[in-house]
């Protein structure tokens, strides 16, 4: 079962304002199968000429955040090649742009964490670095679990922790996990249980 945030009436102050940035002349300097990046002459809204490389996905990024009944969640821990980094997270991973969001997210979680969920909410979309990219995320809360055989990527050396809520949360907000998906779901989950938007039962463990 998936269920949707509610539709809601953006406040005026969300209107834009202003004239939009706009390209006069672009050219391809890189594509693989998952970007594409852009050099692009613009016009600023100002009115003054720019260069701008844009990085173009080919991928929806996907979350989950799987939240255990009695208060854990799962995370992954995985050595990330752009910045020469270790990374606990939660499980996330990316999905075409032609396909439901939900169903690649089930798939994400099947293979890195080896769960089936048969609870599923939407709770988070977001632009990622939207200064230079183009990327949109989407974020799910998962829960009421049943293992399956996991089937990480060729490229995935994944370990895998399952640690009380709370402690993952202090992990966020201390900086010692730093993925930015990761930080914001564990933080959306910590005010819907704070607003009584998760089920009473799962929302007293994630509090207590």
Same mark, same amino acid.
């Given at each position: ?25 672009? /050219?391809?300097?890189? *594509? ?44 992954? %821990? ?5 910045? +020469? ?35 599923? @909410?939407?709770?988070? @979309? ?12 989407? %974020? ?5 679990? /049943?293992?399956?055989?996991? +089937?990480?990527?060729?490229?995935? *050396? ?13 992990? +966020? ?14 933080? @959306? ?6 607003? %009584? ?12």
């Amino acid at each position: 079962m998936s269920q949707k945030p509610p539709e809601r009436h953006p406040p005026a102050w969300l209107r834009p304002h202003g004239r939009p940035w706009s390209s006069t002349t672009s /050219r391809l300097v890189y *594509d693989n199968p998952w970007i594409r990046l852009e050099e692009h002459q613009a016009a600023a809204p100002t009115g003054a000429a720019a260069i701008y490389g844009v990085v173009r996905f080919k991928n929806l990024a996907l979350a989950i955040l799987p939240l255990h009944e009695d208060g854990t969640v799962s995370l992954v %821990g995985q050595h990330r090649f752009p910045l +020469a980094d270790y990374s606990w997270e939660i499980p996330e991973g990316g999905g075409p742009l032609d396909r439901d969001p939900l169903e690649s997210a089930q798939r994400e979680l099947r293979e890195e964490a080896g769960l089936e969920a048969a609870q599923w @909410r939407e709770v988070l @979309r977001a632009q990622l670095s939207n200064s230079v990219t183009d990327e949109r995320a989407v %974020g799910f809360i998962a829960w009421d679990f /049943r293992p399956v055989p996991k +089937a990480p990527d060729a490229t995935e *050396d994944l370990a895998q922790a399952r640690v009380p809520f709370r402690e993952a949360l202090e992990c +966020a907000l201390c900086g010692q996990i730093s993925d930015m998906l990761s930080v914001a779901m564990l933080l @959306r989950a910590y005010h819907m249980a704070r607003e %009584g938007a998760l089920p009473p039962a799962l929302a007293r463990q994630l509090l207590s």
